[in-house]
């Protein structure tokens, strides 16, 4: 008996290690998929538009990728009201629109182009990228939010896609992201829905490459304003990154707060590409299309981004010079990619832009207009967030000082919004930037009517980070491209670096490979470098109400707890929406 037992746990080990060899292949070539899919469909939309002003390859290669992935979210999320998202469905979606991009002509000459530009080096160069961020990013998901709710949302489309009436189950389970869409064939049950990581890791990538790409442009005597800010912008916020436990734990999870961070970055650069574009050349250029549809991404993602598409709007307004078919154009671009979350929105709470009660609608599967009030107070309303305040001591300059107190990071969003304040005043001294640059007019309001967003609308810190750096970051890129710094002697660095290639090459390979080392030694191998580690499991209680058998964290947060899985703290008034069909049917209100 001892010995079939034996026999039996090394047959497991057995395979345990194929899955994991086979898990960890998974991960990696999920990021390549990535980019050979988010790449192309980008480019497309790009050519379609003639859109001219991205035209060195680096600008080029960033902006398509960043537009893929924001138009294959929202497809999924709409594939998601037919279908539920799993990996066959998301990996079809995916190929189909590859498929369509290379119809073009255009398009395939780019790609084609692109691939000889990638020499050996910097092909290498990407590869250890790569593995560093996998490094960082390959561990544990731990944050608090993705555990009450984000693999929830997750695990919802990608088993069952949209259901009606969710926001009953949970109203957390209301807000609409397509970043929960992107990630939800990416961690289908196949592994377990261990990869939770996958997509935000994809993009702190793509922000190391995006540093790297605008480093080689001042090195190279190819620099321009947008290129110090990005590099200005991007060391700020992996600073921040490096000092932040919040931060960290954000990067590592699938968390909408890091793409709609990133984003801010990107539609600001993008915006300073367009009018630098414009100025250097007498062609009528229609290039600020793309900070709008990155704008409109970036609000289906997480509708704290609704400041960078109002002045995103106004930006495009003035670029085409108020032309009628330009501007319907643009509101048509605009409108289908944000019609997705609008109807998901509608089928999961009857609300359009939840937890927001604005055009809401009283249907059988939706809360009643005052719990969504509530539910909306409680994320929105730092008055709210103040236990036990007396009735009579609610003005703001009370709210402000209780809520100064009650984390150490609430001081460091306060810090930020002081020194945003220099650095607008810094700018606004050097009257002749704004007329040489019109950029920086935009990009000034972007960070003002985002600071003001976040204040009066969620005063959290992650909320708003894209913002708090968008006007230290322009400060620092106007101070260096006015001191010519790194363009002068750039030629020399850049042959320097080119020189001595192979040496950093073995450098960076060798500390990879002690890193490595170690974790083998402390046996971190599964958990790092083979297979993403598990998501928390915990011990649940099963209830019932009404027609639903449904599961209760006994810690509060569901993590990947069997579905239904609901807060503890949350009474489940609910049943059935289609007895027959079960859960996938959706829920309508019922008493509990």
């Not at 032309?323 to 509101?331: D, N, P, T, V, Y």
Request: glycine fraction near 8%; charged fraction near 10%.
């Amino acid at each position: 008996m001892v010995e079939s037992a034996i026999a039996w746990d090394k047959c497991q080990n057995r395979i345990l290690q194929k899955v994991y060899y086979v898990a960890m292949i998974y991960f990696i070539l999920l990021w390549t998929i990535l980019i050979i899919v988010a790449y192309p469909i980008g480019l497309l939309v790009i050519n379609q538009l003639s859109v001219d002003s991205f035209g060195r390859w680096g600008d080029r290669f960033i902006a398509s990728s960043w537009l893929g992935i924001v138009i294959l979210a929202a497809f999924l999320l709409a594939i998601s009201l037919i279908l539920p998202l799993s990996p066959l469905v998301g990996g079809g979606v995916a190929g189909i629109l590859v498929v369509v991009s290379l119809v073009s002509s255009r398009t395939q000459a780019e790609i084609t182009q692109l691939r000889t530009r990638l020499s050996s080096k910097i092909l290498s160069g990407i590869a250890i990228l790569g593995l560093i961020v996998a490094l960082l990013t390959t561990d544990q998901v731990t944050w608090i939010e993705s555990g009450f709710y984000h693999y929830g949302s997750i695990r919802w489309l990608s088993e069952f896609g949209t259901v009606p009436g969710i926001v009953l189950v949970l109203p957390n389970f209301g807000i609409i992201s397509t970043w929960f869409a992107l990630n939800a064939p990416l961690n289908g049950s196949i592994i377990d829905f261990k990869a939770g990581v996958i997509a935000n890791g994809f993009i702190f990538f793509l922000a190391l490459l995006h540093t790297i790409v605008c480093l080689f442009h001042l090195l190279t005597s190819h620099k321009k304003l947008s290129d110090y800010f990005a590099i200005s912008f991007y060391s700020l916020f992996f600073l921040y990154t490096a000092l932040s436990l919040e931060m960290q734990l954000i990067v590592v999870s699938p968390s909408p707060d890091l793409p709609t961070i990133l984003l801010t970055a990107i539609i600001a650069w993008a915006i300073l590409v367009t009018v630098e574009s414009r100025t250097a050349s007498s062609e009528k250029l229609d290039g600020s299309i793309v900070p709008l549809l990155l704008a409109a991404g970036a609000v289906t993602i997480k509708l704290s981004a609704l400041p960078l598409l109002l002045v995103t709007c106004i930006f495009y307004c003035f670029q085409v010079k108020f032309q009628i078919k330009q501007l319907l154009f643009g509101l048509c671009l605009t409108s289908l990619l944000l019609l997705p979350i609008v109807l998901v929105g509608f089928q999961t709470s009857g609300c359009p832009l939840y937890p927001s009660p604005l055009f809401c609608v009283d249907v059988p599967w939706s809360q009643s207009i005052e719990d969504t009030q509530k539910f909306a107070d409680r994320t929105q309303n730092p008055a709210k967030w103040i236990a036990n305040a007396p009735p009579n001591q609610n003005s703001p300059f009370w709210v402000f000082g209780k809520w100064l107190q009650a984390r150490a990071l609430n001081q460091i969003m306060a810090a930020l919004v002081v020194i945003s304040l220099f650095c607008l005043i810094y700018l606004i001294q050097i009257k002749a930037i704004f007329r040489r640059n019109s950029g920086i007019f935009w990009l000034s309001a972007l960070g003002v009517s985002g600071i003001l967003f976040i204040i009066f609308k969620g005063p959290l810190i992650r909320f708003g980070l894209g913002y708090l750096l968008l006007l230290p970051a322009l400060s620092m890129a106007v101070y260096a491209d006015r001191k010519n710094l790194l363009a002068e002697n750039g030629e020399s660095i850049w042959r320097n670096i080119l020189g001595k290639w192979d040496q950093i090459q073995a450098i960076t390979l060798g500390i990879l490979a002690t890193v490595m080392v170690i974790s083998f030694g402390y046996g971190q191998l599964s958990s790092r470098w083979l297979l993403p580690p598990k998501v928390a499991y915990i011990s649940v209680i099963p209830k019932q109400v009404n027609d639903i058998k449904y599961v209760t964290p006994e810690n509060g947060a569901c993590w990947a707890s069997p579905l239904p899985c609901t807060a503890k703290k949350w009474v489940l008034q609910a049943k059935l929406r289609h007895p027959s069909l079960g859960i996938k049917g959706g829920f309508v209100r019922g008493g509990g």
